[in-house]
C-alpha cells in the first residue's frame, strides 16, 4: 500500500545529543513536510521540500536540519541548539502538479522526549 | 496573506447529538479549502474538502460548505458517535507557495 512511514514511532535522547526522525513515502510525491505539534497546539511548520535537492524553512527551523537527496526521503535532524525538542512530529507530502490544490498526506507521527 | 481561525475546544458532546465546529478564513482568490482529523495518538488524515465556492464536501457524516459570502468553511454533523472523538483542523494553502495553514485544532469528545 501507498504512504508514508515515519520511524522510530518514539524516541527518547539525552539533552545535548542529535537525533533523526525518518520520514519515507512512496507515492511519487513532489512536496515534503515537517510539521511540529505541541499538547493542545496547532501545526507549527519546520522545514518543507518542493524537490529533490531543494528545502525551505518553514517558521520554527531553529535547531532543526534536513536533506532531500531522494524524493522518497526527507529525514529531519533534531539537533542539540533545539531548546525544547520534546513534541510529537509529523511527515507529510503532497502530489505533484500546482502548487496547495491537493492534500497533504501525514505520516503517523514519531514522537521524541528528551530526558 | 491567507489565514484561517478556528473555534477553541474543547467541544464535549452526548452520543447522537448536532456538531458544529466553527472556521473562517481570510485568502487572496478561493483556494481549496480542508478539514482533516487526528485520532488519539495518530497523524492527521483528510476528512474533506471543497476546491471551490458554494462546494459542499462530505466524509463519513460529516458535511462542510465553501461560503465565500461569510468566509466559512464550518464543520457539521448531524448526530456524533463515541468514535468521532478526535482533534479536528481546519486548513487552507498559503498564497503563492506550498505551504499550508492549519487552524489550532478542535478537540472533540463525545460522550456515550
Known amino acids: 500500500d501507498g504512504g508514508i512511514t515515519q520511524s522510530p514511532k518514539y524516541l527518547f535522547r539525552k539533552e545535548g545529543q542529535n537525533v533523526t526522525l525518518s520520514c519515507e513515502q512512496n507515492l511519487n510525491h513532489d512536496a515534503m513536510y515537517w510539521y511540529r505539534q505541541d499538547p493542545g497546539q496547532g501545526l507549527r511548520l519546520i522545514y518543507y521540500?518542493?524537490?529533490?535537492?531543494?528545502?525551505q524553512k518553514g517558521d520554527i527551523a531553529e535547531g532543526y536540519s534536513v536533506s532531500r537527496e531522494k524524493k522518497e526521503s526527507f529525514p529531519l535532524t533534531v539537533t542539540s541548539a533545539q531548546k525544547n525538542p520534546t513534541a510529537f512530529y509529523l511527515c507529510?507530502?503532497?502530489?505533484?502538479?500546482?502548487?496547495?490544490?491537493?492534500?497533504?498526506?501525514f505520516g503517523e507521527g514519531s514522537r521524541l522526549t528528551v530526558l | 496573506g491567507n489565514s484561517v481561525t478556528q473555534m477553541e475546544g474543547p467541544v464535549t458532546l452526548s452520543e447522537e447529538a448536532f456538531l458544529t465546529i466553527n472556521c473562517t478564513y481570510t485568502?487572496?482568490?478561493?483556494?481549496?479549502l480542508f478539514w482533516y482529523v487526528q485520532y488519539p495518538g495518530e497523524g492527521l488524515q483528510l476528512l474533506l474538502k471543497a476546491t471551490k465556492a458554494d462546494d459542499k464536501g462530505s466524509n463519513k457524516g460529516f458535511e462542510a460548505t465553501y461560503r465565500k459570502e461569510t468566509t466559512s468553511f464550518h464543520l457539521e454533523k448531524g448526530s456524533v458517535q463515541v468514535s468521532d472523538s478526535a482533534v479536528y483542523f481546519c486548513a487552507l494553502p498559503a498564497s503563492g507557495t506550498y505551504k499550508y495553514i492549519f487552524g489550532t485544532g478542535t478537540r472533540l469528545k463525545v460522550l456515550a
Open positions: 507529510a507530502s503532497s502530489p505533484p502538479g500546482r502548487a496547495n490544490t491537493g492534500e497533504l498526506f
Open positions: 521540500s518542493q524537490i529533490v535537492n531543494d528545502f
Open positions: 485568502a487572496t482568490g478561493y483556494p481549496s
